[in-house]
């Protein structure tokens, strides 16, 4: 199985400084068909999760701009340009190139 | 505007069974693989299964292997997970999601496992 490993495990953040999560896999997650299934999820307090980037850089619909996606191979990143109280929550990476399909631990981010 | 609904989750014993469905509407829904994902109380996501939209392909997480199945009723739009012989480790909310990408989730569904 591919296991995937975020770092840090817990992130405090200034309100409108920049942050970023970082999310290693044990093997490459190039597809046959060319394209890299790395995922982002954000989950609120309380709420579902929802995804926020999917293969690895495109910003799914109504996701600000101040999120943003990037890496290649095994190594990806989130970057929160600014960020916002609402930001706050559990950040998760997921791979979806190989069976079984695997997330990472979580990056909690929270408000210094 | 995609809706998924879960329903079925419940406080069962150890060993026991439930199936889990989730009602989707919002999209064609015999068009897409749907997924199902669990979180434990206070820990991360797990991923749990998904199936091909003609159920030609199934796969799950190893730990479920023999005792879940996932289904789907292209007719009535809907997802379910059968779960038999269940452990207290299955104790978990349970998400429905569209898609191998999962994207969107519903609200879950609360499965206890306790005797």
């Known amino acids: 199985d591919v296991v995937m490993t975020q770092s840090p495990l817990s992130l405090p953040v200034t309100l409108g400084q920049p942050a970023s999560i970082s999310c290693r896999s044990s093997?490459?997650?190039?597809?046959?068909?060319?394209?890299?299934?790395l995922n982002w999820f954000q989950q609120r307090p309380g709420q579902s999760p929802r995804r926020l980037i999917y293969?690895?850089?495109n910003r799914d619909s109504g996701v600000p701009d101040r999120f943003s996606g990037s890496g290649s191979g095994t190594d990806f990143t989130l970057k929160i340009s600014r960020v916002e109280a609402e930001d706050v929550g559990v950040y998760y990476c997921?791979?979806?190139?190989?069976?079984?399909?695997?997330f990472g631990g979580g990056t909690k981010v929270e408000i210094k | 505007e995609v809706q998924l609904v879960e329903s079925g989750g419940a406080l069962v014993q150890p060993g026991g069974s439930l199936r889990l469905s989730c009602a989707a509407s919002?999209?064609?829904?015999?068009?897409?693989?749907m997924s199902w994902v669990r979180q434990a109380p206070g820990k991360g996501l797990e991923w749990v299964a998904s199936?091909?939209?003609?159920?030609?392909?199934?796969y799950s997480v190893d730990s479920v292997k023999g005792r879940f199945t996932i289904s789907r009723d292209n007719a009535e739009n809907s997802l379910h997970l059968q779960m038999n012989s269940l452990r207290v480790e299955d104790t978990a909310v349970y998400y429905c999601?569209?898609?191998?990408?999962?994207?969107?989730w519903g609200q879950g569904t609360l499965v206890t496992v306790s005797s």
């Open positions: 999601a569209k898609g191998k990408w999962l994207d969107p």
């Open positions: 919002g999209f064609t829904f015999s068009s897409y693989w």
């Open positions: 199936i091909k939209q003609d159920e030609s392909e199934k």
């Open positions: 093997q490459s997650l190039v597809h046959s068909d060319g394209n890299t299934y």
């Open positions: 293969k690895v850089s």
């Open positions: 997921m791979q979806s190139t190989h069976w079984p399909l695997t």
